[in-house]
Structure formats: structure tokens, C-alpha cells
């Protein structure tokens, strides 16, 4: 072969002009950027030595380098950060050899490495460029041996009765066991020593039989019944289960002095026959922060009289936004000491136009209205004395505008509103006690600790195996205990709804929370998922966590906490990856709003007890008895909900898991979330591949308005991707797979048209801006068309008609005339005609014309 011989000459050469590569050695397979290049002759043997003495001699790094034949599946070209000559023993012998040092290792492509030597050349082109693979010495899963055939098990010297899972039947297969394995026991009486161990192991074989059906029952969507369950399977397919929502309504007041109604102000409704309900003044517990929100109200403002300025037409008609109010209402009175002028003080101020007829027949009517703007005028036309009357003009958002007629003698303006939100607000104190350091008290209980899922510190000296061992990093939960049985009160959309909870740091001495503008308020995250190591966040579960069982020993009860019912909420901390971990010793105040829910939706006119209804109050709590003669809710509560049942979530979550998945598993699946999700995807493409240990999803994308993939793109495309695959399958980004096309077009010019124009028309029509090969015109597998492309040149002015199309695909089929229905492509390639001469490669178009002459068409244009 003439290798053979020019090897045989190479080895052979006297002088020795030239050398080559002989083979790359990986040195260390589990590292994989460190290799070695052997050559036939030592670099240092030659005539003209690559290198001389002393080694090791560094050369520069762009003496190497190291490209993917096939172009790479994950790096097409290796960067080489050094490059050095050293002598290394190999075979009893000392050789020279060129260590190279790579950024990263390879992939499992096959890499060409190659010497430069320029201009000398002093390695022979003929064996430089040696073909090698990074993964030479990864261990292989192709074994020829045989199996090993594991020994049969030995059959067992008495029938076991797997249906055996509670107390009887457990009992009786233990004492039928007894009576054959021990015949001379007999004694089978309760008080037996033997009777009893078997009851106790009786005992625990029912109570493991029963959290055994519990855990299985619990893993299923359509037989589970706890709640925290339930949340788990259904975040797994991406459907947030609702928690209700706080009823929220408004209150109008009748004030009886003017002063400031406070945020957390408690009224209550009593419903006939029910428990009472108490609403608490604010939109949020947010409200109730230092300093709190608060809301002025006016005796005179309670119910401010309507001005009728022309009796023949007493009512306010439909689609009104605007009336008069007799007198300086409201700007005569005194305001706040808020800085802000009166009319600035009412914009933005919410009102309702009550009417009320005298009639018991006509119906009563009232609209909610927001303020824009306010007005002192006069009317000159009615007098009192003989001075013009003062009336006041509110106009309120055109959003607002009145639905029906209403009439000005009969209504009033109610101006004393403030908002209102059904629940109580309860506050407890709590201790971050590791280990029990710091004992529990009643006034300040323990969290609760468990292990988390993740080792965090390391206890010991390493062992044999160099490991040392470890403990799981703490996790720690206090229980909201009025949660149980009042429910907890959420605001703002169903499903994206935040928990009315307050959880701050204290001074353990005063229990009192610090300065509001410190970073020791904990922020609320639906899942601590999205929160970093330092990150002052908790989350909510489901349940409560109390006493379970106690166990006394030598003079002291230990007390057993643990998830006792699936009611509730408690608040969890993060396990120092995902959320930080409280300090020990940390005191927290935790207050929260309880929520009745869809029992909050109570009538108009329901909310009107200013005093506790409850005959024995746990505490005295802030009402609004001092400012107020009585209130009212002009409109009927409807905004509570019940928490979502389980049994609509079983029937809801599967079908929209259905409808727009968000996960991956099929090389379908993938496909489709990049073309939901990425609004510049104009088709995606994925597929699955054996890489050698497991699978790996290749997935690309078609962008609208170009060919290639730029780097912002392929990163928004691997992340969108990574957050939707499996556990344990990759997700590579590639450039889509083109197929390019070589065009040869002939046609036939009319004869009032110049040639070269109708070749420029033709060309731009193809592959101009907006021309045939556009590249938002094919996608992954669509075809080239034979009668769309003859339509798209036929409609080119100047053109009589098309006479033959040639067609080749770059690389895979010759230059041939296409007379095919269609040019048919693979469902991962999409067809690429650039016609750039900066990159012929990306294909190419070339416009033949002829001439008319008589009937036919004369000779091509030269």
C-alpha cells in the first residue's frame, strides 16, 4: 500500500529531513484534557530539530490544533490553552513527545489533531492530522462473557400469607407459625409472655401495614386524599391548585366624629343562625403594617345631600358621570393634615350614590364611583336671602358611568368608604431551637425539625474510603394553629393569590418586631425552588404539626411533633441550598389573617355590628365603636372562595396537563413546547440518541427571518428546553440541518423585454427580501415544489415562459433536471438557497434567458 511505503521511507530517510505522528494518547481518561502526541521520529532527532535541549521546552498553543471531523456534536473545535515538549517513559524507552493541554475534553466525536509547522514543515503532511477520540479510554458496556446466573432462591420452611395485614390476621399467622415451629408451647392465653410479643409484633405489623396503604394510596392522583398530596402531584404537571380567596368588600360608615379609621378595625356580620364573621378594615394585612393605613372619615360626609339644578328633570340619566352636591360638600370641611389641597385630597376617593325611594314599590339603587375631580361653585339661579346657593360638582371616571336612571330627590352621596377584608388577625411567637439548645416555653414554642433531603455538614475524620460522614441539613416548620379550623385568608388573583401572612424577626426579651425597614422580614415564596442560599424566604405546606404521642422517661416527658392533620398551614423554611436556614436562637412573630371564605359572601346591608358579638372575647380587639354610629356594606359580598375541593382538581389537572403540557418526554414533546413557548420559533426539531450511558435529546430550531441560530437564541432555546426535560436526559442545542440547493433555471424572454433585466427580476423573486427561498418560506421537512416554483418565476414580468429547471442538493445528488412533482426533504432538514457570494456553500441560483424568435425561443444569451 503506498501508506506502507511511505511510511517505510519515512522511517528510513537519511538525512532526516521530516517526521509524523505516530498516535495521540489520552493521558488520564477521567480528566480527558491532556494529551500526548508520539511521533515515528523524535522532533529532537531531526536534521532541523522541531525542539533541542533542555526539556521541556513550552511552544505556543496555535502550534496544535484540534478539530471535529464530522463537525462536532457539542464543540467543534478544541481550544488548546498550552502546548509543551517533555520526554515521558513509554515501553522501557524515553521518547519526546508534544503534551498538549486542552480548555475542556472533546465530545464523542472523532478529532483530527494537527501539528503547524510553518514554514519549515517538518512534519510530513501525509501523517500529520491524525485521527483520534477523546473517549478512547471511557470503560465500554459491550462485555462478550456470559452472565452469571444468579442461584435459585430457597423455598421457605413455612407458607407466608401475604393478605396477612391487620391486627387478627397478622396474630393468627404468627401463632400458627409458633404452634409447628414450637408444638410443646401451648400456652396460648392473653397473659402468655409469648401471646404477647406476638400482639405487639401484631400491633406493629397493622400499623405498618396501614401507612404502607397510606403511602400507596397517597402516590396516586385518583385515590389520594390529603390535600399536601395533592399540591405535589399537581405541580409535577404544572397546575397551581387554589387556596381560595379573602371575601373583600366595602364599608360605609356613619361617622359620629371625624378621625382616622385604622387598618386591622374589626366589624363583624351575624348572619341568622350563624357564627358570626368578622371583617377587618384594609385591603391586605399589608395595610397593617407600621405605620398603618388609615382612612379619614367626616360625620358631615356620612350621607352628603344631592343638588337638583332643574326640577323638570329630576333624575340622573343613564351614561351620567357627574352631579352636584348642595353645599361645599366636601370640600368645606376640615381636612387631615395630609399637606395636599382639598380638591387634590378627594381625586382618586371612592363614593356611592344611594337612592332610596320613598316609594316602597320603586327599587333601591347604588353605584360605586371613583373621584377624578372636584368642584366649589355656585348656583345663581337658586338663592337663599337673596345670596346664590353653594353647590359642589364630582365628576368620577368615565369607566363608571351610571347603568341606570336615578332620582336626584332621593339620593344621597355616601362618602365615609373604606375597604374591608373577612378574617381576624392572630399573632405567635416561635423559637429556632436546633438540637432542643434552647428549651420550649408556652408564650414561645419550638419549630419543628426535620432532616432535609440534602447532606450539609460534615462530622468526623474521612474514613477508608476517603469519606467522611455527613448529616442532612435542617429544615424547620411552625404550625398556623387557628388555620385548622378558621382556614387562612389569601388575596389577589385565584391562582396566583399571596397568603395573608407576616413573619418577622423579634427580639427575644420584647417579642416586639424591629425597625420595619430592616432586612429581618421573611418574604413569602410559593416554592423555595426559585430562592438562593441567603434568601430570607419561606414557604407554606399543608397541615398542621402538633403533638402526636409522648414517651416519659426517668421524670421527663419527650414529646413526639410531627404532621398530625391535613388542615392548616404551617411555615417552612429553606434547607440552606434553597432558602436559608434560620439561625438558632432566632425569635419569629408570625401574624396572620384567617379566611372564612365563600361563608364571607353575606347580603347588602349584613356587616353592621360595631361590637364583638362573641360573649367572651379571647382579647380586646381595636373596633371602629369610637367614630362611628353604625356601619354598613352598601353591596353584597361575593369575592370569598372556598379552597379548590381535591375532587374538582382530580378531574381539572389531568386535562389540562392534556392541553398544554409542560414537560418533555417524547422527541414530539419537545418540538412542541419550543414552538409554544419561543415566539420567534417558526418550527423546532428534536430527537433522541444513544450517546453511549443514556439518551440524549438533540433539539434545534427553525427561527423566523433567518437560517442559523444566533447565541442569545440557542441560549433562550436550552433553557426553556432544561426547565421541561427528564431527570437525567440532556438537552443539546444544534444548528438545523440544511439541505442546499444548487438551481439552474431556463427561460424564455419576451420579446419587449431586455434579458438582463428579466434575469435580475428572476433573481430577486427567488431569493430577494421577500422572494420563493425566504427562509420563513421552509421549514423542517417541507418540500420544494415543482409548481410553485415555476408559478413564482411564470409571474415575473417579462418572462414568456419556463423551459427547464436543473436541480442538485449540495453534496447529495447531482445536477439533474427536476421534473418531479416535488423535491422531497427528511422531516429534521429544511432547504436553504441563499445565493450569497460570500458563501456559495449555502447554495447557489443561476438564470439562463433565450430570446423570442418566430415561435420558439432562439439560442441562449451568451
Not at 140 to 157: F, S
Not at 303 to 313: F, G, K, L, T, Y
Not at 478 to 497: F, I, M, N, Q
Not at 675 to 699: C, I, K, N
Request: glycine share 8%; with cysteine; hydrophobic share 40%.
Amino acid at each position: 500500500m503506498a501508506g506502507e511505503d511511505r511510511l517505510t521511507a519515512l522511517c528510513e530517510q537519511d538525512p532526516k529531513r521530516v517526521t509524523g505522528i505516530d498516535f495521540v494518547q489520552v493521558v488520564d481518561p477521567a480528566d480527558q484534557t491532556v494529551l500526548r502526541v508520539f511521533f515515528v521520529i523524535d522532533p529532537d532527532e531531526l536534521d532541523d530539530p522541531l525542539v533541542t535541549a533542555p526539556l521541556p521546552v513550552e511552544v505556543p498553543p496555535e502550534t496544535v490544533t484540534i478539530v471535529s471531523i464530522s463537525g462536532g456534536e457539542r464543540l467543534a473545535e478544541v481550544p488548546v490553552v498550552r502546548a509543551t515538549y517533555r520526554e515521558v517513559p513509554f515501553d522501557g524507552d524515553l521518547r519526546t513527545v508534544l503534551e498538549v493541554e486542552t480548555a475542556e475534553p472533546g465530545d464523542f466525536s472523532i478529532y483530527r489533531l494537527t501539528v503547524v509547522d510553518e514554514p519549515k514543515r517538518r512534519v510530513d503532511r501525509f501523517f500529520n492530522g491524525t485521527s483520534f477520540s477523546f473517549k478512547q479510554g471511557c470503560p465500554t458496556t459491550l462485555d462478550c462473557r456470559g452472565k452469571a446466573e444468579c442461584p435459585e432462591e430457597g423455598v421457605v420452611d413455612f407458607p407466608v400469607d401475604y393478605l396477612a395485614r391487620d391486627f387478627p390476621s397478622i396474630r393468627g399467622a404468627l401463632l400458627d407459625f409458633a404452634a409447628q415451629r414450637y408444638p410443646r408451647w401451648t400456652e396460648t392465653i392473653e397473659a402468655d409472655a409469648g401471646v404477647m410479643l406476638a400482639e405487639v409484633m401484631s400491633a406493629l405489623g397493622d400499623e405498618l401495614g396501614y401507612v404502607q396503604d397510606r403511602f400507596g394510596r397517597e402516590a396516586y392522583l385518583e385515590t389520594l386524599s390529603e390535600r399536601r398530596s395533592m399540591r405535589w402531584h399537581t405541580r409535577l404537571v404544572d397546575y397551581p391548585i387554589h387556596d381560595g380567596r379573602a371575601a373583600s368588600t366595602l364599608l360605609s360608615v356613619q361617622a359620629s366624629a371625624a378621625g382616622f379609621v385604622e387598618a386591622g378595625m374589626r366589624v363583624w356580620a351575624a348572619p341568622g343562625g350563624e357564627t358570626p364573621i368578622p371583617f377587618e378594615v384594609g385591603d391586605s394585612l399589608r395595610d397593617q403594617r407600621s405605620p398603618k393605613t388609615t382612612y379619614w372619615v367626616h360625620p358631615l360626609w356620612s350621607a352628603m345631600p344631592v343638588h337638583v339644578p332643574d326640577e323638570s328633570r329630576p333624575c340622573l340619566p343613564v351614561g351620567s358621570v357627574e352631579l352636584f352636591l348642595r353645599g361645599e360638600f366636601p370640600l368645606a370641611v376640615q381636612l387631615p393634615p395630609t399637606g395636599l389641597l382639598p380638591e387634590e385630597f378627594w381625586v382618586g376617593r371612592r363614593m356611592v350614590l344611594h337612592g332610596a325611594p320613598a316609594d316602597p314599590s320603586l327599587p333601591e339603587r347604588r353605584h360605586l364611583v371613583r373621584l377624578v375631580e372636584v368642584e366649589k361653585t355656585v348656583d345663581p339661579l337658586v338663592l337663599d336671602g337673596g345670596t346664590p346657593i353653594d353647590i359642589t360638582r364630582i365628576r368620577w371616571e368615565d369607566e363608571q358611568a351610571l347603568p341606570f336612571e336615578l332620582c336626584l330627590r332621593d339620593t344621597v352621596v355616601l362618602g365615609n368608604i373604606v375597604p374591608a377584608t373577612a378574617g381576624e388577625t392572630f399573632t405567635e411567637h416561635f423559637v429556632i431551637a436546633a438540637n432542643a439548645s434552647l428549651p420550649p416555653s408556652p408564650e414561645v414554642p419550638s419549630a419543628v425539625e426535620r432532616e432535609g433531603p440534602r447532606p450539609d455538614v460534615t462530622v468526623g475524620r474521612p474514613g477508608a474510603c476517603g469519606e467522611a460522614a455527613t448529616k442532612r441539613s435542617p429544615i424547620f416548620f411552625h404550625s398556623l394553629k387557628e388555620t385548622e379550623t378558621r382556614g387562612l385568608g389569601w388575596v389577589g388573583p385565584l391562582r396566583d393569590a399571596r397568603p395573608e401572612v407576616e413573619l418577622e424577626e423579634v427580639d427575644a426579651t420584647s417579642l416586639e418586631p424591629d425597625d420595619p425597614d430592616l432586612p429581618e422580614r421573611w418574604e413569602y415564596q410559593t416554592s423555595l425552588l426559585v430562592s438562593f442560599a441567603d434568601s430570607a424566604e419561606y414557604t407554606l405546606d399543608d397541615g398542621i404539626r402538633r403533638r402526636v404521642i409522648g414517651f416519659h422517661r426517668i421524670g421527663e416527658e419527650v414529646v413526639h411533633r410531627d404532621y398530625a392533620s391535613g388542615r392548616g398551614f404551617s411555615v417552612r423554611f429553606g434547607d440552606g441550598e434553597f432558602g436559608k436556614v434560620p439561625a438558632d436562637g432566632t425569635v419569629f412573630r408570625v401574624r396572620y389573617r384567617t379566611g372564612p371564605g365563600a361563608r364571607a359572601n353575606v347580603p347588602a346591608d349584613s356587616v353592621t355590628l360595631l361590637s364583638d358579638p362573641n360573649p367572651a372575647p379571647p382579647f380586646p380587639w381595636p373596633t371602629l365603636a369610637p367614630l362611628a354610629e353604625s356601619v354598613t356594606n352598601p353591596f353584597p359580598v361575593t369575592s370569598g372562595m372556598d379552597p379548590e375541593p381535591l375532587d374538582v382538581v382530580k378531574q381539572l389537572a389531568p386535562e389540562a396537563f392534556k392541553a398544554e403540557p409542560l414537560r418533555a418526554v417524547r422527541d414530539e414533546d419537545y418540538r412542541e413546547i419550543a414552538e409554544r413557548l419561543l415566539p420567534w420559533v417558526q418550527r423546532a426539531g428534536a430527537s433522541a440518541r444513544w450517546t453511549g450511558s443514556w439518551l440524549t435529546e438533540f433539539a434545534t430550531a427553525d427561527p423566523l427571518g433567518s437560517f442559523a441560530l444566533g447565541p442569545e437564541r440557542r441560549r433562550e432555546l436550552a433553557a426553556t428546553l432544561d426547565c421541561v426535560r427528564q431527570v437525567g436526559r440532556e438537552v443539546y442545542v444544534r444548528d438545523p440541518e440544511f439541505l442546499d440547493l444548487d438551481l439552474e433555471v431556463k427561460v424564455c424572454v419576451e420579446e419587449s423585454a431586455f434579458p438582463g433585466q428579466v434575469e435580475e427580476r428572476v433573481t430577486l423573486a427567488l431569493t430577494g427580501s421577500a422572494g420563493f427561498f425566504h427562509p420563513d418560506n421552509f421549514t423542517f421537512g417541507t418540500p420544494l415544489r415543482r409548481a410553485a416554483l415555476e408559478a413564482a418565476i411564470q409571474a415575473v414580468p417579462g418572462v414568456r415562459g419556463v423551459e427547464q429547471i436543473c436541480l442538485r442538493a449540495r453534496g447529495v445528488t447531482p445536477l439533474r433536471p427536476f421534473t418531479a412533482m416535488a423535491f422531497e426533504v427528511g422531516d429534521t432538514q429544511i432547504l436553504r438557497l441563499q445565493n450569497d457570494p460570500r458563501f456559495p456553500e449555502r447554495g447557489t441560483l443561476r438564470i439562463r434567458t433565450r430570446t423570442r424568435s418566430g415561435a420558439g425561443c432562439a439560442e441562449d444569451r451568451p
